[in-house]
């Protein structure tokens, strides 16, 4: 698709892909951009591996298919690069982030070669000490927006504080657990966003 951004989301059920798919394809939309955000439906038994995707386009979005060369992969289980190809169809000029507390040069023998942008991030970290439990899909969706900046970080986080008052507004906590969640993200990605650049 040109003028847009593809991305295919690799998780198991129960991890919340599918549901960080639609809230940025819900945010982008709300910024201003064309959106699809929708799941490959198959058996979505809990732990069972699923694939999301997005398209965000400045303009309108003609294709209605899977995304089969995506511009970013996002990997919400590293458990599933043991068994799932998750760099099929990604090019060299994409990028690949991984929810793990490995370090880049730990899971680069695990992607067959790819010789992308690779980003890392311990989402589970994250989210068990912004909220208490394991949820990697509220860093992994911050991840998306600071990898490829497809709309303005602030603008973004105002969507999504917006987006968490509506959906926990019986629970203040939650919502600022998830509003640190995204920060943390960010910032814990900034220096290697930044050394990505300075090596391209």
């Given at each position: 698709?040109?003028n847009?951004?593809?991305?295919?989301?690799?998780?198991?059920?129960?991890?919340?892909?599918?549901?960080?798919?639609?809230?940025?394809?819900?945010a982008?939309?709300k910024?201003?951009k064309?959106?699809?955000?929708?799941?490959?439906?198959?058996?979505?038994?809990?732990?069972?591996?699923?694939?999301?995707?997005?398209?965000?386009?400045?303009?309108?979005?003609?294709?209605?298919?899977?995304?089969?060369?995506?511009?970013?992969?996002?990997?919400?289980d590293?458990?599933?690069?043991?068994?799932?190809?998750?760099?099929?169809?990604?090019?060299?000029?994409?990028?690949?982030?991984?929810?793990?507390?490995?370090?880049?040069?730990?899971?680069?023998?695990?992607?067959?070669?790819?010789?992308g942008?690779?980003?890392?991030?311990?989402?589970?970290?994250?989210?068990?000490?912004t909220?208490?439990?394991?949820?990697?899909?509220?860093?992994?969706l911050?991840?998306?927006?600071?990898?490829?900046?497809?709309?303005?970080?602030?603008?973004?986080?105002?969507?999504?504080?917006?987006?968490?008052?509506?959906?926990?507004?019986?629970?203040?906590?939650?919502?600022?657990?998830?509003?640190?969640a995204?920060?943390?993200t960010?910032?814990?990605?900034?220096?290697?966003?930044?050394d990505?650049?300075?090596?391209?």
């Open positions: 698709m040109s847009g951004l593809e991305i295919r989301w690799h998780g198991r059920g129960g991890q919340g892909a599918k549901t960080a798919a639609l809230l940025l394809a819900d982008a939309f910024t201003g064309y959106v699809q955000g929708f799941p490959e439906y198959g058996p979505e038994r809990m732990g069972a591996p699923i694939t999301a995707y997005n398209r965000i386009s400045h303009e309108p979005i003609r294709v209605h298919s899977n995304i089969y060369t995506p511009d970013l992969v996002m990997v919400v590293e458990t599933l690069l043991h068994s799932v190809d998750v760099t099929a169809g990604l090019g060299q000029e994409g990028s690949i982030i991984i929810n793990t507390a490995k370090s880049k040069q730990e899971i680069l023998p695990l992607l067959n070669g790819y010789q942008n690779v980003y890392t991030i311990d989402a589970r970290m994250i989210s068990e000490e909220l208490g439990k394991n949820m990697p899909n509220t860093p992994m911050a991840a998306a927006v600071a990898v490829t900046g497809v709309m303005d970080w602030d603008a973004f986080v105002k969507e999504m504080q917006l987006s968490f008052q509506h959906k926990f507004a019986k629970k203040p906590e939650v919502i600022e657990g998830n509003m640190k995204l920060t943390m960010f910032e814990r990605l900034s220096d290697a966003i930044g990505v650049k300075k090596s391209a």
